[in-house]
């Protein structure tokens, strides 16, 4: 088991940013599961000391700053960002963090990134985010164009970051236990849940195995 507050760099088979939240966990518990090792990044390690265990070491990073992004990121082949805060505007944010992991990882040279995405930002029709309806409630679209925004900067990211946009549906169980079974598809709207444990499920496999590459899809159960 290893714990550090600081941003030098440990060598593991993937480094996670945002450990810390739900979905987080549930991908750290699930590359535990394959064997694999983990860097859990997280914004304040006092906060999430549960997550050290034998397989993970704890890191502190601000995923909005470049610099700590590039001093966590080397020796690890692949990312995954699972990030959230409530203390920021949506659209600040995910702008601030995209741009930091897009300018960190390539200088730490990680060229792979999985991103977990937001539903609404998948499409209903070719062009057409389910945020674009004009009766999608205001209160939650600022949150969804700050997710449209990072998948924005992802596209325009330099062409040697092998990124993927991992979107659940709008119902993420987690509690139900994982059934080892989902679907994947397209930026479009492909079905209406999937328990927590099968989207880890679905990124690990994405991770091990990758059979997408520069692209957001949709997983469901």
Excluded at 20 to 38: D, H, I, K, S
Excluded at 100 to 113: C, K, M, P, S, Y
């Amino acid at each position: 088991m290893n714990t550090t507050d600081t941003t030098s760099p440990h060598r593991a088979d993937l480094i996670v940013y945002g450990a810390g939240g739900q979905v987080g966990r549930a991908l750290v518990t699930e590359a535990l599961r394959r064997g694999l090792t983990v860097t859990a990044a997280v914004r304040d390690p006092r906060r999430h000391t549960d997550l050290a265990r034998p397989g993970v070491t704890l890191l502190r990073c601000d995923v909005t700053d470049p610099t700590a992004v590039a001093a966590t990121a080397p020796g690890h082949p692949a990312a995954i960002s699972s990030i959230y805060t409530p203390d920021t505007p949506s659209a600040e944010f995910y702008r601030a963090a995209t741009t930091a992991l897009v300018t960190g990882l390539d200088r730490a040279g990680v060229r792979r990134l999985l991103h977990i995405g937001v539903a609404t930002t998948l499409q209903t029709a070719p062009g057409t985010a389910i945020h674009d309806d004009p009766d999608f409630p205001d209160a939650h679209r600022a949150f969804s164009l700050g997710h449209a925004a990072a998948l924005d900067l992802l596209h325009a990211s330099p062409a040697h970051l092998d990124w993927v946009v991992v979107t659940p549906p709008m119902d993420l169980d987690r509690t139900a236990p994982a059934t080892g079974h989902y679907r994947v598809g397209g930026p479009h709207v492909l079905g209406p849940r999937i328990a927590q444990a099968d989207l880890a499920i679905a990124v690990i496999d994405e991770l091990t195995t990758p059979a997408h590459h520069r692209q957001q899809i949709a997983v469901a159960e």
